[in-house]
């Protein structure tokens, strides 16, 4: 446990000292923060860490305690690669249930397009997980899932809707393919609801609040998941996360509580906590 934390701080501290802010997240006027658990729809250089706490999950309706940390480049402009890894004590994920690592998220994405007149993108990409990387008694399989990333800004509204102009969504629409066809096929569709008091400040009317609130984007996710086959199909899995992302000039941080949608997805209330890293070209 050790070892985590000491690479989980390395992780932390190395966001913090890195480079300049890039222009990743803009369409227009509009700012779409990096969110903790619905990906967006931007390629980057990047770096980020967090630390949460899950819901009562499991037969044994205990919590976990979880670490993560990832990264991405850009080789190419609008394409590119991510990797993330997640550490859970204990990890209802790996049979039996012990402390370790899931196996490693990957996530390529490439940009179709950003309209700055209308604030929104839209990419498509492929996210799963690598069989063989995680902790013993973790899946030995693939999974692979095709997924259409989109975001949306509502700084187009006509100006007797202005204060409904700091408005924005975001989502993923994805569908999960494991190699092991004895397995679920799931149909991911989280999206988030955001609205920026960023954009209000600068775009709409003056606030006249001190910092760091003109700084902040209100954000609820709701990362959703529907099994598709097997003996969970038609089951819905997911959360609702309220929460809060402050953006500042070299780095975001956001807070999160996580409330489970139905017994399947966990009872009681969990927290998420990220840092967020763009690490320019």
């Not at 991911?188 to 955001?194: D, E």
């Not at 008091?197 to 709409?204: E, R, S």
Request: with cysteine; proline share 5%.
């Amino acid at each position: 446990m050790k070892i985590i934390l000491r690479g989980w701080l390395f992780g932390v501290i190395l966001i913090c000292n890195s480079g300049m802010v890039s222009a990743h997240g803009i369409a227009g006027d509009r700012y779409f923060p990096p969110t903790i658990s619905v990906d967006d729809p931007y390629a980057a250089y990047e770096a980020h860490a967090g630390f949460g706490k899950s819901p009562n999950l499991g037969i044994n309706n205990s919590k976990s305690n979880l670490w993560m940390v990832g990264a991405g480049v850009e080789p190419f402009d609008g394409f590119g690669i991510a990797i993330d890894a997640i550490y859970r004590d204990p990890n209802n994920n790996l049979d039996p249930s012990i402390n370790g690592f899931d196996n490693l998220y990957y996530s390529v994405k490439k940009e179709l397009t950003i309209n700055e007149k209308h604030e929104y993108a839209l990419t498509l990409g492929l996210n799963g997980q690598i069989a063989g990387t995680g902790s013993s008694g973790a899946n030995n399989f693939f999974t692979y899932m095709p997924t259409i990333f989109y975001a949306k800004g509502f700084g187009d509204l006509p100006k007797s809707m202005s204060l409904f102009k700091p408005f924005a969504v975001s989502g993923v629409l994805g569908y999960q393919m494991p190699t092991d066809q004895s397995q679920a096929k799931v149909l991911n569709w989280g999206f988030t609801l955001q609205y920026s008091f960023m954009y209000l400040n600068d775009h709409v009317k003056s606030t006249g609040w001190d910092e760091p609130f003109n700084h902040m984007i209100a954000v609820i996710e709701f990362p959703l998941q529907t099994c598709l086959s097997g003996i969970c199909n038609g089951q819905v899995l997911g959360s609702v996360n309220p929460g809060v992302t402050w953006v500042g000039k070299e780095f975001n941080l956001s807070a999160e509580l996580v409330f489970p949608i139905n017994s399947y997805s966990g009872q009681g209330t969990g927290f998420l906590l990220s840092i967020h890293k763009y690490l320019g070209k």
